[in-house]
């Protein structure tokens, strides 16, 4: 697509349940990123994908995290048992993986806003 | 390891003032990219500018205008005359450029207020 997509843009839930969030990003990006944005907070980085691959998953909060990515496309990340400490902007950004001008340029999406009540 | 420290939080001027947010940044590597961002309002992260580390030279885009001082690790963007537009939420981010894909670590951002 044109930019990167970000479903669901807000999401409400209760505490415990399970979410899942996604990320279509632009087409042609093998290099896939999500960060947490806390309210008033910097970037915090989560995982990045190389292809359906993850080399630096380094950034998951805790084994409630979880995220995959299928066809070098479509990601999605995961998070189990939410809890209010969870609520956050999750950002998914794509970029060229290697070469040009483009490299490690992350083009981000809207995000998606996550409150855990 | 990585780390970008943005120390100003928070700046405020009036409207035509120019305005200068400091970045500074750590890394062990000798090839690294430099990066701003800008998050207006709406929340959006946009891409301003990358730098690659072999590069010092400034660089100007209208009113804006980056100074890249290695020896100082500092990489400091520079508004002229601001505009209310302006407004927004500005981060600096480093990337260490080994092959293929790398993470950007980013600083905690600095809040530009333009005032008319």
């Known amino acids: 697509g044109a930019g990167v997509s970000q479903s669901p843009s807000n999401k409400v839930t209760e505490k415990g349940k399970d979410v899942e969030l996604r990320c279509d990003p632009i087409s042609g990006h093998t290099a896939l990123y999500w960060y947490r944005q806390s309210l008033g907070q910097g970037l915090e980085f989560l995982i990045y994908?190389?292809?359906?691959?993850?080399?630096?998953k380094s950034g998951l909060p805790s084994d409630r995290f979880s995220a995959e990515r299928t066809g070098g496309s479509v990601s999605t990340l995961t998070i189990q048992r939410t809890q209010q400490e969870d609520s956050a902007v999750y950002l998914c950004?794509?970029?060229?993986?290697?070469?040009?001008?483009?490299?490690?340029?992350?083009?981000f999406g809207a995000g998606s806003r996550l409150t855990v009540l | 390891a990585q780390k970008v420290t943005q120390a100003q939080t928070e700046i405020s001027v009036v409207e035509k003032e120019d305005v200068t947010l400091d970045c500074v940044y750590e890394?062990?590597?000798?090839?690294?990219?430099l990066f701003w961002y800008k998050q207006p309002p709406s929340g959006e992260l946009v891409f301003l500018i990358r730098?690659?580390?072999?590069?010092?030279q400034n660089e100007i885009s209208g009113r804006y205008s980056w100074n890249f001082q290695k020896s100082t690790s500092s990489f400091n963007f520079t508004i002229t005359a601001s505009q209310v537009v302006d407004s927004a939420v500005y981060f600096c981010?480093?990337?260490?450029?080994?092959?293929?894909?790398?993470?950007?670590?980013f600083g905690q951002g600095t809040r530009l207020t333009i005032n008319p």
């Open positions: 730098r690659n580390s072999f590069d010092e």
């Open positions: 890394t062990r590597d000798t090839t690294y990219y």
């Open positions: 950004a794509s970029s060229l993986a290697s070469g040009g001008a483009g490299a490690n340029v992350l083009t």
């Open positions: 981010a480093l990337s260490e450029a080994e092959q293929g894909a790398q993470k950007l670590v």
């Open positions: 994908f190389q292809g359906n691959s993850a080399p630096d």
